[in-house]
Structure formats: structure tokens, C-alpha cells
């Protein structure tokens, strides 16, 4: 399986994702959540129906001797560990790191030694808002890096077919379509469809098309199409 290519036998991966990782991912939250690191469902099914238990029952003793919670018991932990895999499935470990980290700096509340079961299984649920903010901040960072790379790349291309067709400025567009795929489009309503590399291949590429549809009220639109979908014209 590509997670045991990827970080050995669940020995290594038990090591490599310990508590002690926490912190690390605690200072980059963005790459905890946005990241390609495995989910709780898939670690089990990588290492084994229990394994996810096995990987946070040593994050939940840790947490325990933190917070000094001395009423969480051995048992305790391991049912409050099988209730968060059952529950928690789609969660990343990096993910996990991160919530154990931020509850171990009193971002939950203050618990003075006593810490329940019902109040991690709370808590989870609290930073779950939180990763969806994180979520989001990754997704919008994803989204405006694209959009610059598509302008970038798009604005030579008009000015190229701007210059080959004489066309006024009214007449060329560019359309937004929010998304995370690099790509810039060009098509007519015939959908003849290409990706523009160049400038010099894009006015090459549309001069083609443009002979046979351009007419004095055809309007030429290039979308910087970062959804995947095609670009379209009007």
C-alpha cells in the first residue's frame, strides 16, 4: 500500500507520527490539514482493523500526563481512543496532532487534573470548526495563486490576439472561474477548446478558429479556468 511505501511498517509510522510530533505540526496548522498525510480510516486499513487505536492511545496517555488528568484511566483512554476512530475516521493523524496540541494549551478550557472522556470527545468537535477554517485559508491561498499564475499567463495572450485581429479592446474578456487546476482556455461556441501555452501559439491557435467564426460582433472570451471545466465564449 502506498502509506507502507511511503513510511515503513507501523513501527516507523508509530514513530514518526508520536506525540512528540505535535508541536511541529502545531506550527505549521495549514500543512496538518492541507497536506497529503493518511486519515485514521486509512492508517487501519494500512496496518491493521485496530491499528488506528493502537496510534492514539499513546496520543491520549500523553495528554493525560500533561493535563495531570489522572482520573482518565488505562481503559479509559483505550475506549476513548476506539470512540474517536469510530467517529473520527476522516480525520488526518497530522490533524489529531494538532487538536491534541492545542488542547494541551488550554484552548478547550481549563480541566485542572480532571479530564473526561465527553470533554475530549467535545473538544474534537470544536476543532473541527477550526480545520474547516483552515480548510478554507487553504483554499483560498490555492485559489489566488492560480488565479496570478492564469493572469500572468493569459495577459500576453490577449495582447497577441488583440494585435492579430485588430480587435478593440471591448471585444476581448477575460472570465474567472474559481477552482485549483492551472489552466487558461480559449473556445468558440463551435467548442473548439485548447489550452493557451504561449502567447505567440495562442494567437497562432485562435487566428485558425477565428477565420472561420470571427465576426464584427463576435466577442472573444478567455477564461483563466482553474475549476477544470472548458472555457466558453459568448
Known amino acids: 500500500m502506498a502509506i507502507r511505501s511511503k513510511y515503513g511498517d507501523a513501527q516507523h509510522f508509530g514513530a514518526v507520527v508520536s506525540p512528540s510530533a505535535q508541536a511541529s505540526f502545531a506550527r505549521m496548522p495549514e500543512r496538518a490539514v ?20 493502537e496510534w492514539l492511545v ?19 483512554q ?22 491534541f496540541h492545542r488542547f494541551k494549551t488550554g484552548r478547550y478550557g481549563r ?23 483552515l480548510r478554507q485559508k487553504n483554499a483560498d491561498s490555492e485559489a489566488d495563486q492560480w488565479r496570478r499564475w492564469a493572469e500572468e499567463r493569459s495577459t500576453p495572450c490577449m495582447e497577441a490576439i488583440r494585435s492579430a485581429f485588430g ?3 471591448d471585444r476581448l474578456y477575460i472570465g474567472d472561474v474559481n477552482g485549483y487546476q ?12 485548447f ?30 479556468n482553474m475549476a477544470g471545466g472548458d472555457g466558453v465564449t459568448i
Open 34 to 53: 492541507g497536506d497529503n498525510y493518511p486519515t485514521l480510516e486509512e492508517v487501519r486499513r494500512a496496518y491493521g482493523k485496530d491499528y488506528d487505536v
Open 58 to 76: 499513546p496520543q491520549l496517555y500523553d495528554l493525560s500526563v500533561f493535563t495531570g488528568a489522572k482520573n482518565l484511566t488505562e481503559q479509559q
Open 78 to 99: 483505550e475506549m476513548l481512543a476506539r470512540t474517536i476512530a469510530v467517529e473520527y475516521p476522516q480525520l488526518k493523524v497530522t490533524e489529531l496532532l494538532l487538536f
Open 111 to 133: 480541566f485542572y487534573g480532571s479530564v473526561d472522556p465527553i470533554t475530549v470527545m467535545g473538544a474534537i468537535e470544536t476543532f473541527l470548526k477550526e480545520r474547516e477554517e
Open 167 to 169: 480587435l478593440d479592446a
Open 182 to 193: 492551472r489552466k487558461v482556455r480559449f473556445s468558440t461556441d463551435r467548442k473548439d477548446v
Open 195 to 224: 489550452d493557451l501555452l504561449t502567447a505567440d501559439d495562442a494567437a497562432s491557435r485562435v487566428k485558425a478558429i477565428a477565420q472561420q467564426h470571427l465576426d464584427a460582433d463576435t466577442r472573444i472570451v478567455i477564461w483563466y
